[in-house]
């Protein structure tokens, strides 16, 4: 890459598997992102608008016609197109850099999806991917509870999984560690109404009822089980 910072995508589950795919054009380094969004959420383009606000040749693909439509009329300099990133018609070796962020999780076929997204990357091109890891601490401590058990997330990994995934699709592992998300009160209240847990969601519901606004859409870095690696291509 050229010294141009990377973003990773907050990202939100959809029942009917990938829903969405951001792919963005640094100036002078490329870089794929790719966000899922949860059913009836509604895309606010935020992504694009802070990939052209740092000077990003920022593209879209989208499945949904009513997000693609959202996302032209929000972000106006980016190019956004209506279908999947499977078939998305980019060449070999097109991208610098891939983020997946809460994406893998949710594909019918994760190596294949994993092939195809290394293959749009130029040799010593970086995929970053943030998933649940499903041998971390609190997966372990809650069981059957844990937050990311959802109908949604088709597959999930351990970091020795993981690793064999992107070595398969042709990278070797730079870095494999646990990844902190960034969540506020109103968020989080929001997801466990979504996917509702004994106790959890009545309290969490209490306490944005309790929170000032502006605390509650305070984002803070907690641990929830997810990991985050960096591969590069072969």
């Given at each position: 890459?050229?010294?141009?910072?990377?973003?990773?995508?907050a990202a939100e589950s959809s029942g009917r598997g990938f829903s969405?795919?951001?792919?963005?054009?640094?100036?002078?380094?490329?870089?794929?992102?790719?966000?899922?969004?949860r059913q009836k959420a509604a895309f606010t383009g935020a992504c694009?608008?802070?990939?052209?606000?740092?000077?990003?040749?920022?593209?879209?693909?989208?499945?949904?016609?009513?997000?693609?439509?959202?996302?032209?009329?929000?972000?106006?300099?980016?190019?956004?197109?209506?279908?999947?990133?499977?078939?998305?018609?980019?060449?070999?070796?097109?991208?610098?850099?891939?983020?997946?962020?809460?994406?893998?999780?949710?594909?019918?076929?994760?190596?294949?999806?994993?092939?195809?997204?290394?293959?749009?990357?130029?040799?010593?091109?970086?995929?970053?991917?943030?998933?649940?890891?499903?041998?971390?601490?609190?997966?372990?401590?809650?069981?059957?509870?844990?937050?990311?058990?959802?109908?949604?997330?088709?597959?999930?990994?351990?970091?020795?999984?993981?690793?064999?995934?992107?070595?398969?699709?042709?990278?070797?592992?730079?870095?494999?560690?646990?990844?902190?998300?960034?969540?506020?009160?109103?968020?989080?209240?929001?997801?466990?109404?979504?996917?509702p847990l004994p106790l959890v969601t009545p309290a969490l519901r209490?306490?944005?009822?309790?929170?000032?606004?502006?605390?509650?859409?305070?984002?803070?870095?907690?641990?929830?089980?997810?990991?985050?690696?960096?591969?590069?291509?072969?």
């Open positions: 890459t050229t010294g141009a910072s990377s973003a990773v995508v969405c795919g951001l792919l963005a054009a640094w100036s002078r380094c490329r870089c794929l992102l790719h966000r899922v969004l694009l608008s802070v990939l052209a606000d740092a000077g990003c040749d920022a593209h879209g693909i989208d499945v949904n016609p009513h997000a693609v439509a959202q996302a032209r009329r929000l972000v106006p300099a980016a190019r956004v197109e209506q279908g999947w990133l499977e078939e998305a018609p980019w060449p070999a070796g097109h991208f610098d850099l891939a983020v997946l962020s809460d994406v893998i999780e949710h594909a019918r076929d994760p190596w294949a999806f994993a092939a195809r997204v290394a293959d749009l990357l130029r040799p010593g091109g970086r995929m970053v991917v943030l998933t649940p890891d499903v041998g971390s601490l609190s997966a372990r401590a809650m069981g059957g509870f844990w937050s990311h058990l959802k109908v949604e997330h088709l597959v999930l990994f351990d970091r020795r999984g993981l690793s064999r995934l992107l070595e398969r699709a042709g990278c070797r592992v730079v870095t494999l560690r646990p990844a902190a998300k960034p969540l506020s009160v109103d968020y989080a209240a929001r997801q466990f109404e979504t996917f209490h306490l944005r009822r309790l929170v000032p606004h502006r605390l509650a859409h305070r984002a803070v870095s907690l641990p929830m089980g997810e990991m985050l690696a960096v591969a590069e291509k072969l």
